[in-house]
């Protein structure tokens, strides 16, 4: 019988290979977001995508499979020392009801619109929460509890490339809308925090106009971070029920969410010094980073150019929908 210590030792030389090049991926994609301003997210999808071949080999496909799954649930898990209820003080309740009805509504308009376009409903879902929460991050954590399909990854990178492109559109262009509608820098911060896609490109957006939109659209984005975890519990309660009798239900709450939300909780309560959380927010966008270039790894570029221009024109449908979901009740001033 095979020692516990000597399974750990033999998995590990098993995930070695492809969890190596995951993290050498996503370390060439940080380098190049650095020096040249573009997306991280999207440069490590695109840098793995042309080594699709080493998922497919016998050595490194195993760790590659699971930094696409395994470190991406450890990133998501993270995510939850980055909330807390105080965030929530800082908005106000009205502002919080909002986004919540605002990703609703983009989510179930997102299922509903899948399937006149021919996709299955797994898709809108999975295009509809990324656009609705937090862009890649949300994505990955959505396809995590989505049962297995042909389609999974080139499903999950498209997305990933299409809602970083659009969080990246949304940065520059979002900005000067603030400006031509005359919004102040408060309700500046809460448009830019409640709409755009990607933590990074909320901030970029945010200080550009002003340290007080700054401050305040990077709180509404974390805000929608804590989404997150109802949407993932309750689309693995919804596909548990569909599928009653199939044996790749999954879990009722997935071990990743439930981390999450105790590390929310954890934070909430003050119980985690500040150099931890900054700590654990590095750690987590980098876990993710590689989670995202092990995802270009696995998807063919081939099978990428089947999804077509209708769901291209559903994402960007989708981000119109939510702009003017959050925009219309500030130009009100009902928030």
């Known amino acids: 019988m095979r020692l516990p210590s000597a399974q750990l030792i033999n998995r590990a030389r098993l995930l070695a290979p492809g969890v190596t090049l995951s993290v050498t991926v996503a370390m060439a994609a940080q380098f190049l ?13 695109l840098l793995g995508m042309p080594l699709h071949f080493l998922a497919e080999d016998g050595r490194a496909g195993p760790g590659i499979d699971f930094a ?34 605002s990703i609703a509504a983009v989510i179930l308009v997102s299922v509903a619109l899948a ?15 990324s656009v609705a929460i937090c862009g890649a991050s949300a994505a990955m954590a959505i396809a995590s509890v989505l049962p297995p399909r042909d389609t999974t990854e080139r499903d999950l990178s498209f997305t990933v490339i299409t809602v970083t492109a659009l969080s990246t559109v949304a940065m520059i262009l979002y900005p000067a809308l603030t400006a031509m509608l005359g ?20 901030v970029g957006a945010g200080y ?3 340290e007080e939109s700054g401050d305040i659209a990077t709180v509404v984005k974390l805000i929608r971070v804590t989404m997150l975890a109802p949407v993932v519990l309750i689309a693995a309660l919804a596909l548990r029920r569909r599928n009653p009798a199939s044996g790749q239900r999954p879990p009722l709450l997935p071990g990743f969410v439930l981390a999450f ?8 309560l003050h119980l985690v010094p500040a150099p931890v959380t900054d700590a654990a927010s590095a750690l987590s966008r980098a876990v993710l980073v590689a989670a995202v270039a092990a995802v270009g790894m696995k998807t063919s570029l081939a099978r990428l150019a089947d999804v077509g221009p209708a769901a291209i024109l559903m994402l960007v449908g989708q981000t119109v929908l939510l702009a003017s979901l959050v925009l219309l009740p500030i130009l009100l001033r009902i928030v």
């Open 33 to 45: 977001s650095s020096h040249y301003g573009v997306p991280v997210m999207l440069m490590a999808i």
């Open 68 to 101: 696409a799954r395994g470190l991406l649930r450890i990133g998501v898990a993270l995510l939850g020392l980055r909330v807390s209820m105080d965030m929530v003080a800082r908005i106000g309740w009205p502002f919080v009801a909002l986004i919540a009805l």
């Open 115 to 129: 399937r006149r376009l021919g996709r299955d409903r797994a898709f809108g879902l999975l295009t509809g929460g």
């Open 183 to 202: 919004l102040d820098a408060h309700h500046s911060g809460l448009f830019l925090g409640g709409t755009i896609h990607d933590v990074a490109q909320v």
């Open 208 to 210: 550009s106009v002003s």
């Open 261 to 268: 939300l105790l590390l929310a909780v954890a934070n909430s």
